[in-house]
């Protein structure tokens, strides 16, 4: 379980420990861009993007004594127009991997042989 009441729910026990010293990430809005731009579109026409620093040794002890833990998530989240607010296509139904190769609903721009 992921929270203290699924936890206690299933007779488990809920512990929490602290942060080890090291500060809390950021938590940030990020800004926003148009469909499909792949972050294309940020402030002055520049690309979006997080100046992430690292921290040294000297911030964190556990960097010095070479015992540090760390999980790095990133995401990248694809939004469209072309597809309805829960990601299927109104007029064709429900899209999945069924819908590969020839199946696909998408004809435009076929390859040619060169």
């Known amino acids: 379980p992921n929270n203290q009441a699924d ?7 809920w512990t929490e420990v602290p942060a080890h010293g090291v500060p809390a990430p950021d938590c940030v809005i990020a800004p926003l861009s148009r469909d499909n731009h792949l972050g294309n579109g940020g402030a002055g026409g520049h690309n979006n993007f997080y100046n992430w620093t690292l921290p040294f ?4 002890p556990c960097i010095a004594n070479d015992n540090c833990n760390c999980a790095l998530r990133i ?4 939004s469209t127009g ?3 607010a ?15 190769g020839a199946a696909s609903p998408i004809t435009q721009d076929p390859t040619l042989e060169a």
């Open 7 to 13: 936890c206690a729910q299933a007779g488990l026990d």
């Open 75 to 78: 995401r990248y989240n694809i």
């Open 86 to 100: 829960n990601g299927n296509r109104p007029d064709s139904g429900f899209i999945d991997w069924n819908m590969n």
């Open 57 to 60: 040794a000297k911030d964190l």
């Open 82 to 84: 072309d597809l309805g």
